[in-house]
C-alpha cells in the first residue's frame, strides 16, 4: 500500500515563527503536492512539485515556500507564521502521467497563536 | 478551470444504494471526472475517475452522462463506513501535475 506520512498531526506555533511542515512518501513517486483545507473554503492547492527541485506555484502559494531535494520528501514552509495561516495542511503524491490517482496523507492541523 | 456543482448533504439508510449527482456543464473535451471522498479526520482518498464511459470499480459505479455535462456516482450498497464527503473534481489530462481543485462536496450522512 502506498503510504504518504507528515511529520505531526497536530502543531501550534506562535505568530512570526518559521514553521516546517515535512511529508513523505513511499511509493517513488514523481508528483507532491501541499493543499490547505479550510471550512467552506475546500481544499486549497498552495504547491506542487513535478519531481526533485522542481516546483509550481498552486492557487495559493502566499506566505508559502516549498523545498525537494528528495524525491520521497516534500516540505512546506511557512517563512513567519501569521494566525491566517491556522488551517489543516494535506500533503498528496502521484506517479506522474494523465489520470493517476492521489494519494493523501493524514493531514496536520496548525494554529498559530 | 471548469467547476463542479454538488448538493451540499445528502441522507442514505444502510445497505441502500446512494447516487451522488454532480454538474459540470463546462467541461471541456479533456476533463476526466474524479471522485474523492474524505472520511472524518482523515486526507482524501481515490474512489473513481472517468472520461466518457461508465466506469465501475470495487468502491463504486460511475455513470456520465451522453452530453457529459453531469455524472453520478453510485455506491450500490451504503455501509456506515461510506459516510464521508464526496468531492467530484474535472482535471485536465494534459495539465502538469494532474491539479485537482476541490469544491465543497456532498456530506454523506448513513443512517443505521
Known amino acids: 500500500d502506498v503510504k504518504v506520512t507528515q511529520s505531526s498531526r497536530y502543531l501550534v506555533k506562535r505568530t512570526g515563527e518559521k514553521v516546517f511542515l515535512e511529508c513523505v512518501q513511499d511509493?517513488?513517486?514523481?508528483?507532491m503536492f501541499w493543499y490547505r483545507q479550510d471550512p467552506g473554503l475546500g481544499l486549497r492547492l498552495i504547491y506542487f512539485?513535478?519531481?526533485?527541485?522542481?516546483?509550481e506555484k498552486g492557487d495559493i502559494p502566499e506566505g508559502y515556500s516549498v523545498s525537494r531535494e528528495k524525491k520521497e520528501r516534500f516540505s512546506l514552509i511557512l517563512e513567519s507564521a501569521s494566525t491566517n495561516q491556522t488551517s489543516m495542511y494535506l500533503c498528496?503524491?502521484?506517479?506522474?502521467?494523465?489520470?493517476?490517482?492521489?494519494?493523501f496523507g493524514p493531514g496536520t492541523r496548525l494554529t498559530v497563536l | 478551470d471548469a467547476k463542479t456543482t454538488q448538493p451540499n448533504s445528502m441522507e442514505s439508510n444502510e445497505e441502500e444504494p446512494v447516487h451522488l449527482p454532480c454538474n459540470h456543464s463546462?467541461?471541456?473535451?479533456?476533463?476526466?471526472i474524479h471522485w474523492y471522498r474524505q472520511l472524518p479526520s482523515q486526507g482524501p482518498e481515490y474512489v473513481i475517475h472517468?472520461?466518457?464511459s461508465n466506469v465501475n470499480n470495487r468502491m463504486a459505479s460511475l455513470a456520465i452522462a451522453e452530453d457529459r455535462k453531469s455524472s453520478t456516482l453510485i455506491l450500490h450498497r451504503a455501509t456506515l463506513r461510506d459516510a464521508a464527503v464526496y468531492y467530484c473534481?474535472?482535471?485536465?489530462?494534459?495539465?502538469?501535475?494532474?491539479?485537482?481543485?476541490f469544491g465543497g462536496g456532498t456530506r454523506v450522512l448513513v443512517k443505521p
Open positions: 498528496a503524491s502521484r506517479y506522474s502521467g494523465n489520470y493517476n490517482e492521489q494519494f
Open positions: 511509493m517513488d513517486h514523481e508528483n
Open positions: 512539485s513535478y519531481d526533485v527541485k522542481m516546483k
Open positions: 463546462t467541461i471541456s473535451g479533456t476533463d476526466y
Open positions: 472517468g472520461l466518457t
Open positions: 473534481i474535472l482535471s485536465q489530462s494534459y495539465a502538469a501535475g494532474n491539479k485537482l481543485t
